[in-house]
């Protein structure tokens, strides 16, 4: 059954008796751009927001190539064999110039996605800010309405993307390859400062001695941060996602970093909740400028303008929002 024809209270009762196929098509209601979906997504979530805020939730980040699909799917499977359920949340990289995205995720996160106690939603970013899916904060909440208890959220590991993640999650995970300090150059000071728990992954065969290494780097790296003022270091691990080493260590740092934070939990998500309305009027904004009719009538002419020197972007600024009654 579409979600367009099935009403928010149905939908709503069958994501919270944990049908996957239900939750599916919750979440492409909530993704949907159709101004007709939007009142109906709406009253979905208010539906659910009650059963939502009782899982863990772990930001994923790391460079192209450090493994992150990979390390999931060994991370997730070991969480199922705890009793858990997992739901991971890929946010892929879209084209700006064709808006495709390259929905891999399932393939690389082969165990996850045939087993029932997980779900993977790969979404692609389509150039929403920070490459992050507009609607991934109310993915997730749909999410744990249908029960899953941890819920993993995957960066593109590129722009702004990290800082959105971790502000939308209980603990950010930075994954990182084995280097000998090699990987520290060209690392952003504020990647490091986002993370909670740091882990060099590929620490097996010839490479265990340069994850080592690495390790070794990246806690003294760390160490001069917090003696800046950062507070304390976050813990830094070496882990295999081929063989498992080191993953249940570090499920044991991420269940510590969230014990840390004890109740202060609950005021981090209110915060996260006002970040997110904030976005979502951004992206409202956004969308009558790229829709209003005065206002695409006027904009190549003041963009001509700005380009050519004669309209100060200020006054350009001003003559758009005025059109939009702001």
């Known amino acids: 059954m579409a979600a367009s024809s099935q009403s928010p209270a149905a939908l709503a009762g069958a994501v919270r008796a944990g049908d996957r196929a239900a939750l599916a098509r919750a979440i492409t209601l909530v993704e949907s751009k159709k101004p007709e979906h939007r009142a109906r997504a709406q009253e979905l979530l208010r539906k659910l927001l009650p059963h939502t805020g009782t899982s863990l939730r772990v930001g994923v980040s790391g460079v192209p190539g450090v493994g992150k699909s990979t390390m999931i799917d060994t991370l997730g499977s070991y969480l199922m064999d705890q009793g858990h359920r997992v739901a991971v949340l ?17 393939t690389r996160m082969a165990r996850l996605a045939v087993d029932e106690r997980a779900f993977v939603r790969p979404s692609p970013a389509a150039g929403t800010l920070g490459g992050v899916a507009a609607r991934t904060r109310e993915t997730l909440l749909l ?17 702004q993307s990290e800082t959105e993640v971790a502000e939308m999650t209980d603990t950010f995970l930075l994954l990182m390859l084995p280097g000998a300090g090699d ?7 504020g990647v490091l400062e986002l993370a909670d728990v740091v882990a060099v992954n590929k620490a097996e065969a010839d490479n265990l ?14 160490n001069i941060l917090a003696a800046g003022g950062n507070g304390e270091p976050p813990p830094v691990l070496t882990i295999s996602s081929l063989t498992g080493e080191g ?15 004890g109740a202060g939990i609950a005021a981090k998500r209110r915060a996260q909740q006002v970040r997110a309305m904030w976005a979502l009027i951004d992206e409202r904004l956004r969308e009558r400028l790229r829709t209003d009719a005065k206002v695409k009538a006027k904009l190549p002419a003041l963009e001509a303008g700005v380009a050519a020197g004669k309209v100060p972007p200020a006054q350009a600024a001003d003559e758009i929002t005025r059109l939009l009654g702001l």
């Open 209 to 222: 001695a340069r994850a080592t290494a690495a390790a070794a780097a990246l806690k003294a790296a760390l």
């Open 90 to 106: 890929a946010v892929d990289p879209s084209s700006k110039r064709t808006g495709g995205s390259i929905l891999g995720d399932k």
């Open 247 to 261: 993953i249940p260590a570090l499920w044991s740092a991420v269940l510590a970093h969230r014990e840390r934070l």
């Open 183 to 189: 990987e520290l150059q060209g690392l952003k000071k």
């Open 143 to 159: 999410c744990e309405a249908a029960g899953y208890d941890v819920v993993l959220v995957e960066t593109v590991g590129a722009g």
